[in-house]
């Protein structure tokens, strides 16, 4: 149910923290572009289980528009930081 899915957005998004918090430390340029990565993979992960919530009507229409605005948002600041760091090998 609602739980499951609540539960799977907290891991994913969290991670996406944790993973950009663990490239502040990391060993080479390849390491941090790679926790990007991750973090970036952890945020489409949320993504889909906003629309999972959506989907089942856990959420509303208008929580899920604004859950996966800002989603979204921090995905193009993970595309643009990953696409400077390659850029800046």
């Not at 790679?34 to 973090?39: D, L, P, R, V």
């Amino acid at each position: 149910g609602r739980g499951v899915l609540v539960n799977q957005i907290v891991r994913s998004a969290t991670s996406i923290g944790a993973n950009i918090h663990e490239a502040n430390y990391a060993s080479s340029k390849a390491d941090f572009i790679n926790k990007f990565h991750i973090a970036l993979k952890e945020c489409i992960e949320t993504e889909y289980w906003i629309e999972m919530l959506a989907g089942s009507n856990a959420i509303t229409e208008e929580e899920s528009k604004a859950l996966l605005q800002e989603s979204g948002a921090i995905r193009r600041i993970l595309v643009k930081s990953i696409n400077t760091a390659k850029n800046n090998m």
